[in-house]
T-cell receptor
Framework: DGGITQSPKYLFRKEGQNVTLSCEQNLNHDAMYWYRQDPGQGLRLIYYSQIVNDFQKGDIAEGYSVSREKKESFPLTVTSAQKNPTAFYLC??????????????FGDGTRLSIL | GQQLNQSPQSMFIQEGEDVSMNCTSSSIFNTWLWYKQDPGEGPVLLIALYKAGELTSNGRLTAQFGITRKDSFLNISASIPSDVGIYFCAGQWAGANSKLTFGKGITLSVRP
């Protein structure tokens, strides 16, 4: 089945450590996105990429980094500079269609906690 | 930045009842989307709306794209226990950088 796979489901980070969250999609979508979800705050955009080897900062990019070396993959690194990394992280993908908007489809998320 | 307003934060209904949720914006959008999120999982797309005034159904769900393009509503009829979850609205501009703007979500509880 086509879909978006995020791994791991749960991740623990020690203070001062970088961790990388995986996101893979086999939907042949051009665009991929990373969101952070905190209770009562909805989804906030961290980074997004509309094409391989290119990505843009979202609303809360500080303390995070991404790469887009393959169309199918968009890993997110939570760096030690992110002082409050505990959250639920969601990856999404979509077709890029101009002028019509296209809905994003989401993975099942990774919950990151600090030890 | 743009914000979408969803309220109240929580809703409690009895099984079998209908429920309606609104989403409003200070700006216009070209696309309105409604998602449902179950605990510990990612949001799942329920309905996508692409045209002002459009009314679309998906089973017991009905959603409308407001005429002003600044609002949308979602109606759930004859609620059942599995309707429990968080319902998000999202607005989207058409264009090359068509990011989504999300509301904060409404948590729906259904009493059997």
């Amino acid at each position: 089945d086509g879909g978006i796979t995020q791994s791991p489901k749960y991740l623990f980070r020690k203070e001062g450590q970088n961790v990388t969250l995986s996101c893979e999609q086999n939907l042949n979508h051009d665009a991929m996105y990373w969101y952070r979800q905190d209770p009562g705050q909805g989804l906030r955009l961290i980074y997004y990429s509309q094409i391989v080897n290119d990505f843009q900062k979202g609303d809360i990019a500080e303390g995070y980094s991404v790469s887009r070396e393959k169309k199918e993959s968009f890993p997110l690194t939570v760096t030690s500079a992110q002082k409050n990394p505990t959250a639920f992280y969601l990856c999404a993908s979509s077709i890029v269609d101009n002028p019509g908007g296209q809905p994003q489809h989401f993975g099942d998320g990774t919950r990151l906690s600090i030890l | 930045g743009q914000q979408l307003n969803q309220s109240p934060q929580s809703m409690f209904i009895q099984e079998g009842e209908d429920v309606s949720m609104n989403c409003t914006s200070s700006s216009i959008f070209n696309t309105w989307l409604w998602y449902k999120q179950d605990p510990g999982e990612g949001p799942v797309l329920l309905i996508a709306l692409y045209k002002a005034g459009e009314l679309t159904s998906n089973g017991r769900l009905t959603a409308q794209f407001g005429i002003t393009r600044k609002d949308s509503f979602l109606n759930i009829s004859a609620s059942i226990p599995s309707d429990v979850g968080i319902y998000f609205c999202a607005g989207q501009w058409a264009g090359a950088n068509s990011k989504l703007t999300f509301g904060k979500g409404i948590t729906l509880s259904v009493r059997p």
